[in-house]
């Protein structure tokens, strides 16, 4: 399986390039470094965006959950001890608020159709697709895909972003959601099969195009 | 198409390589004969690289500006103090128990209406009874009436006057006349 070096991808949190480590930067900032907090912002802030924006579809909703998660992360930096892993943390705290997000909209009952935003024009589409058709082409799936992700089960949808945007491990996910491993798995082979289902005629398309 | 579905459950497994060698073999035997279920490991593996490539999003420029405000907004705001809560719910719980016991439901009334027999009641609670019998006499002369003699006398009365109660067991022996001539 391959894996894109992209922002979708959740920070590895290491300091393999001399960097400080996730661990290292939330104790400086517990300490009263600010600097600290404004390192771990920078590092988490586009990931927590997708998987946030891939669980709620909406963007503008997406970025506000992600504010409210730094500023919890601000206001509760104390109770974060190093049993576990920063990002496990910050994650957990993204996804409840993700899930309270999708609750609240049920209640409402507000169906969220998915519309064009101003935030959504600063998408930025990777340098290497020159190619305008391909360009559009990778649009229209990503529009796709994003449906049949947020027709999915909000626990198949959480497990399934973790695991294949955000690249998370199923050890890191069972701590995130705070589920068995067996069942994380077993759920992320069912939403890629619920997918496959749902997105099966894009690639029958794309057959009947190459014949 | 009973092998494909018992093998839906090994695809990731399968596209990982974390299967053990011989469920494997097995998947591979099903898959070499059984298109629908290459189809299907084919297209989720095709799924999971393109989740694994989809446009990454970006926060708005304003996204730390935004933040800052929100952090700062929330300093000014007086955080509630846990004391002050816990004071407060502490003293709401005392008023809701004072005001139980004051509108006490199982008070001398209700007893009166139970379901109990009059009997039943006075055998549960003779003390209480005679409280209560006690009270009703100071109501009624507005003074207290020492002597034990024209206590029980009294009591008879009242409680004969008031509730027609005539299954008091210490009370069934005193004499009427005596009653007579106690009252004025």
Same mark, same amino acid.
């Given at each position: 399986m391959t894996k894109a070096g992209n922002e979708n991808q959740h920070p590895q949190g290491s300091d393999t390039k001399g960097q400080p480590s996730d661990e290292e930067l939330i104790a400086r900032f517990q300490q009263g470094d600010a600097y600290a907090f404004d390192l771990l912002v920078k590092r988490y802030k586009d990931p927590l965006l997708n998987f946030v924006y891939r669980f709620l579809g909406d963007l503008i909703e997406a970025e506000d959950i992600v504010q409210e998660t730094f500023y919890r992360v601000y206001k509760n930096k104390h109770y974060y001890k190093e049993v576990a892993k920063f990002s496990t943390w910050i994650y957990t705290i993204a996804g409840n608020l993700a899930k309270t997000e999708l609750r609240r909209r049920k209640r409402k009952r507000i169906f969220s159709i998915h519309k064009e935003s101003p935030a959504e024009k600063d998408i930025e589409l990777p340098d290497h697709d020159e190619d305008p058709e391909?360009?559009?082409? #990778?649009?229209?799936?990503? &529009?796709?895909? $994003?449906?049949? %992700? #947020?027709?999915?089960?909000? &626990?198949?949808? $959480?497990?399934? %972003?973790?695991?294949?945007?955000?690249?998370?491990?199923?050890?890191? %996910?069972?701590?995130?959601?705070?589920?068995?491993?067996?069942?994380?798995k077993s759920r992320v082979n069912r939403a890629r099969l619920r997918l496959q289902d749902d997105l099966s005629f894009l690639f029958d398309d794309v057959k009947d195009i190459a014949n | 198409m009973g092998d494909c579905d018992r093998m839906k459950k090994h695809i990731t497994d399968y596209l990982e390589h974390t299967l053990n060698p011989s469920t494997q073999k097995e998947f591979e035997?099903?898959?070499?004969?059984?298109?629908?279920?290459?189809?299907?490991?084919?297209?989720v593996g095709r799924i999971t690289n393109i989740l694994g490539n989809l446009q990454s999003l970006r926060c708005s420029d304003s996204f730390n500006v935004k933040l800052r405000e929100k952090i700062l907004l929330n300093r000014k705001l007086p955080e509630k103090d846990p004391v002050k809560k816990y004071v407060l719910?502490?003293?709401?719980?005392?008023?809701?128990?004072?005001?139980?016991?004051?509108?006490?439901?199982?008070?001398?009334?209700?007893?009166?209406?139970?379901?109990?027999?009059?009997?039943?009641?006075?055998?549960?609670?003779?003390?209480?009874n005679k409280q209560n019998i006690n009270q009703v006499d100071n109501n009624n002369t507005g003074e207290s009436l020492g002597g034990r003699d024209i206590k029980t006398l009294e009591e008879a009365q009242v409680h004969s006057d008031s509730t027609k109660d005539k299954s008091v067991p210490k009370l069934k022996h005193v004499d009427q006349k005596e009653i007579q001539e106690s009252q004025p």
């Amino acid at each position: 399986m391959t894996k894109a070096g992209n922002e979708n991808q959740h920070p590895q949190g290491s300091d393999t390039k001399g960097q400080p480590s996730d661990e290292e930067l939330i104790a400086r900032f517990q300490q009263g470094d600010a600097y600290a907090f404004d390192l771990l912002v920078k590092r988490y802030k586009d990931p927590l965006l997708n998987f946030v924006y891939r669980f709620l579809g909406d963007l503008i909703e997406a970025e506000d959950i992600v504010q409210e998660t730094f500023y919890r992360v601000y206001k509760n930096k104390h109770y974060y001890k190093e049993v576990a892993k920063f990002s496990t943390w910050i994650y957990t705290i993204a996804g409840n608020l993700a899930k309270t997000e999708l609750r609240r909209r049920k209640r409402k009952r507000i169906f969220s159709i998915h519309k064009e935003s101003p935030a959504e024009k600063d998408i930025e589409l990777p340098d290497h697709d020159e190619d305008p058709e391909k360009e559009v082409n #990778s649009v229209i799936t990503d &529009k796709l895909i $994003q449906k049949a %992700i #947020s027709s999915l089960p909000p &626990k198949f949808r $959480q497990v399934i %972003i973790l695991r294949d945007v955000q690249g998370f491990s199923y050890e890191e %996910i069972s701590s995130i959601i705070r589920v068995p491993l067996g069942t994380v798995k077993s759920r992320v082979n069912r939403a890629r099969l619920r997918l496959q289902d749902d997105l099966s005629f894009l690639f029958d398309d794309v057959k009947d195009i190459a014949n | 198409m009973g092998d494909c579905d018992r093998m839906k459950k090994h695809i990731t497994d399968y596209l990982e390589h974390t299967l053990n060698p011989s469920t494997q073999k097995e998947f591979e035997q099903v898959l070499g004969k059984d298109d629908h279920l290459k189809k299907i490991t084919s297209e989720v593996g095709r799924i999971t690289n393109i989740l694994g490539n989809l446009q990454s999003l970006r926060c708005s420029d304003s996204f730390n500006v935004k933040l800052r405000e929100k952090i700062l907004l929330n300093r000014k705001l007086p955080e509630k103090d846990p004391v002050k809560k816990y004071v407060l719910s502490i003293s709401f719980a005392a008023i809701f128990i004072l005001i139980l016991v004051i509108l006490n439901p199982f008070s001398s009334e209700e007893t009166a209406n139970s379901p109990l027999t009059p009997e039943a009641s006075m055998q549960l609670s003779p003390e209480k009874n005679k409280q209560n019998i006690n009270q009703v006499d100071n109501n009624n002369t507005g003074e207290s009436l020492g002597g034990r003699d024209i206590k029980t006398l009294e009591e008879a009365q009242v409680h004969s006057d008031s509730t027609k109660d005539k299954s008091v067991p210490k009370l069934k022996h005193v004499d009427q006349k005596e009653i007579q001539e106690s009252q004025p």
